[in-house]
């Protein structure tokens, strides 16, 4: 088993929301993202992974009170030999080509999923 799915999880576990971007955007997306996809986040929860937590996330506004994030990217511990591509309720899930540095020390490497489309009241 290459993937450390236990590892991953402790990663997802020891995060706090300081670890986070606190922009308006990625606000947004922790508050719905759960709600609005929740076949995504079990299926990534299988990996170890939160989708609350994301590494790295950006989003264009679509329509006044709508957003899409189009890659949403996450740190996954272990080597990705085992990692297949796949898609979950419209949502593609496959391997980050770049990406900001995670200060990861262990072996891991970074998925990137999307688009998602979530509803932004904030304003
Ligand atoms: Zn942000």
């Given at each position: 088993m290459s993937m450390k799915i236990n590892e991953t999880r402790k990663y997802y576990e020891s995060m706090t929301a300081q670890d986070l971007c606190q922009c308006d955007n990625c606000q947004n997306f922790y508050r719905r993202i759960s709600e609005a996809y929740p076949e995504v986040a079990a299926f990534l929860s299988g990996l170890g992974v939160d989708i609350e937590k994301p590494h790295e996330a950006w989003a264009i506004e679509i329509e006044p009170d709508k957003l899409m994030y189009p890659d949403v990217q996450y740190v996954v511990m272990?080597?990705?030999?085992d990692f297949k591509e796949t898609e979950v309720s419209g949502v593609k899930i496959y391997l980050a080509d770049s990406y900001p540095p995670t200060d990861v020390d262990e072996e891991h490497f970074v998925i990137e999923s999307g688009p998602y489309y979530l509803k932004n009241e904030a304003r």
């Open positions: 272990g080597s990705k030999s």
